[in-house]
């Protein structure tokens, strides 16, 4: 097996690492910009969410065509320059806090981090699967497991730039990172890598509709569970229950905290032991039964463990079809990723806000207890899709 370039694998995964730490940024700052000098209202500090999410899908649709006239290092490029020019902004934005151009430079910022969201994760996940062949899977799984924890990681990054010196420092040195692999990023040797003939390919084979909707239609669904557990942990612990605030981070953290423990954990698990097909078609039904479990407990530390477990089920369902589609289409891979990144934003903002509205219908516990019917699709194309992975690889030449 031919040498893996040691700088273009820490250049991927250091990219994915800046990309968890940037897109927490703005809800980790939310308390600073609601308060003075930026005392933002809270309809204008939810809008600032609207352009970092339709950015993302936007660019993450674009990533298929975009490869056809820049190839995947172009895409790649110019989803480190979007992350650029959105923490540069951010970090201006100190500078004009109490007169209008802040929010300005702040719905720009998010616009331009949104569309380097999508751009960056599309490519690195190609770049992930192609670099390790022989364990694309575990490859893609660790990489989201390294944007996973770099999520978590960051807003404390940010508390101690608050509290030792400016809040301003961490974009600023984020954007640092951001230009240095801007800058070595024309030298990544993608020529000599393994399956470098995937990552070169210019416009690839156009991936067949159905399959790719299917793909594409089991990473919506996960994205809603997903959205559902991360996003309302802290009101179902402190208002729907009223236990102490604390219970609510505990129950988020316990959350994120599994995800990317067992991402990990399963990333370099050998796959003799428990095979990732298998994996795949067990994680809807543990999802499930999180679901019913948070609808039914009522102890604070037991629904603090259901969280934890959730995060443990919910971990790998979104790199293994991440990993699965990509080896199914060999030939457009920028494309199919940035497919799937575009139904990850679209699901998790569907579970992330329509929640809201259908509480004054149904309680916050029973939409819990109802979305374990998600179970349902998310097995039978788990199913599917396992299978017909099979049957591609099995075919391939």
């Keep these: 097996m031919r040498a893996r370039p040691p700088s273009m694998v820490l250049q991927v995964y250091t990219a994915g690492m800046l990309q968890g730490c940037a897109f927490v940024l703005i809800p980790a700052l939310g308390n600073l910009l609601e308060a003075p000098p930026f005392g933002l209202s809270a309809a204008a500090y939810g809008a600032l969410f609207l352009p970092m999410t339709g ?5 993450a649709l674009a990533a298929g065509p975009l490869q056809t006239r820049f190839g995947a290092l172009g895409v790649f490029r110019l989803g480190l320059a979007c992350n650029l020019t959105a923490l540069v902004l951010l970090a201006s934005s100190a500078g004009a806090a109490g007169h209008w151009p802040a929010y300005l430079l702040l719905m720009a910022e998010t616009a331009f981090l949104g569309l380097g969201f999508g751009l960056t994760l599309a490519a690195i996940n190609h770049f992930a699967a192609a670099l390790f062949p022989d364990r694309a899977t575990a490859a893609v799984t660790v990489l989201n497991a390294g ?6 990681l960051s807003p404390l990054a940010l508390h101690l730039a608050v509290n030792l010196l ?14 240095l692999l801007l800058a070595t990023s024309s030298g990544m040797h993608i020529q000599g890598m393994p399956g470098s003939e995937v990552v070169t390919v210019g416009g690839g084979e156009t991936p067949s509709r159905r399959p790719l909707i299917l793909f594409g239609a089991a990473v919506l669904i996960y ?34 905290g599994s995800m990317t423990l067992f991402r990990v954990g399963l990333g370099v698990l050998p796959q003799r032991w428990l095979s990732p097909a298998a994996q795949y078609q067990a994680a809807p039904v543990t999802i499930g039964l999180c679901f019913l479990a948070v609808s039914q407990l009522t102890s604070p530390w037991a629904l603090v463990a259901a969280y934890a477990a959730a995060g443990a089920a919910c971990s790998i369902y979104y ?10 289409f060999p030939g457009a891979q920028t494309q199919v990723a940035g497919v799937l990144v575009a139904a990850l934003m679209a699901g998790e903002g569907i579970g992330s806000y329509a929640l809201g509205p259908l509480q004054s219908y149904v309680g916050l516990g029973a939409l819990y207890g109802l979305s374990a019917l998600w179970t349902v699709p998310l097995l039978a194309l788990a199913v599917y899709l396992t299978r017909y992975t099979a049957r591609m690889v099995k075919s391939a030449p």
């Design 55 to 59: 950015g993302a899908i936007l660019s």
């Design 319 to 328: 790199p293994y079809a991440m990993s699965f589609a990509l080896r199914c």
């Design 166 to 179: 400016h809040w301003w420092l961490w974009p600023a040195l984020l954007a640092a990172g951001f230009a």
């Design 223 to 256: 994205a809603i569970c997903e959205g559902t557990f991360g996003s309302w942990a802290k009101i179902y612990l402190s208002v729907t229950h009223p236990f102490p605030a604390r219970y609510g981070a505990w129950a988020l953290s316990a959350f994120w």
């Design 147 to 152: 944007i996973g924890g770099s999520t978590a």
